[in-house]
T-cell receptor, first 115, second 110 residues
Framework: EAGVTQFPSHSVIEKGQTVTLRCDPI?????LYWYRRVMGKEIKFLLH????????ESGMPNNRFLAERTGGTYSTLKVQPAELEDSGVYFC?????????????FGPGTRLTVT | DAKTTQPTSMDCAEGRAANLPCNHS???????VYWYRQIHSQGPQYIIH???NNETNEMASLIITEDRKSSTLILPHATLRDTAVYYC???????????FGAGTTVTVRA
């Protein structure tokens, strides 16, 4: 069974540019989550999808970030325009059932560097 | 807003048991204790979780004190590949968010 995959693994962009990160969850997992770790800080929750619906986007830092999950399969996270403080590692995770019963499986992350 | 306290770092000898403590003195009755780890350049990996009873799986054992205010993750025979940051997370039954703190950096030495 394939795990959670993320693309690209690394991205280097200039301030003001746009970047789109992609996450493919484990097949059959309805729940998809985005987290990020910015430099020197802890891993923080960004948002949660159940199928194609956003359940909680309370962790999204501002309106420069837009997450979508068309058709309830893969998800994209767009940053537009990117700022220096957006640099960090963006993780995607998926799970079968919301809540405690099943653990979240994480992808390897996308390392974003904004220069 | 982490609900747990862990030591910043610890060393362990290869082949020996690694005992990772975690304090969660404000845990409520319906909250579970979860452990994840992050090996360098990888995403966090689930290890184990428990509510009241001690738990064991192929990776580790989790010992939760009777008052549930603290717990210990035990890696029975640490290997070099167990070098990672270990996170102790308190999570409610319906709480889908994982709140990562700073974790404990565990270095397994040959």
């Amino acid at each position: 069974e394939a795990g959670v995959t993320q693309f690209p693994s690394h991205s280097v962009i200039e301030k003001g540019q746009t970047v789109t990160l992609r996450c493919d969850p484990i097949s059959g997992h309805d729940n998809l989550y985005w987290y990020r770790r910015v430099m020197g800080k802890e891993i923080k929750f960004l948002l949660h999808f159940v199928k194609e619906s956003k359940q909680d986007e309370s962790g999204m830092p501002n309106n420069r970030f837009l997450a979508e999950r068309t058709g309830g399969t893969y998800s994209t996270l767009k940053v537009q325009p990117a700022e220096l403080e957006d640099s960090g590692v963006y993780f995607c995770a998926s799970s079968q059932v919301t809540g405690n019963l099943y653990e979240q499986y994480f992808g390897p992350g996308t390392r974003l560097t904004v220069t | 807003d982490a609900k747990t306290t862990q030591p910043t770092s610890m060393d362990c000898a290869e082949g020996r048991a690694a005992n990772l403590p975690c304090n969660h003195s404000t845990i409520s009755g319906n909250e579970y204790v979860y452990w994840y780890r992050q090996i360098h350049s990888q995403g966090p990996q689930y290890i184990i979780h428990g509510l009241k009873n001690n738990e064991t799986n192929e990776m580790a054992s989790l010992i939760i004190t009777e008052d549930r205010k603290s717990s210990t993750l035990i890696l029975p025979h640490a290997t070099l590949r167990d070098t990672a940051v270990y996170y102790c997370i308190v999570r409610g039954y319906n709480d889908y968010k994982l709140s990562f703190g700073a974790g404990t950096t565990v270095t397994v030495r040959a």
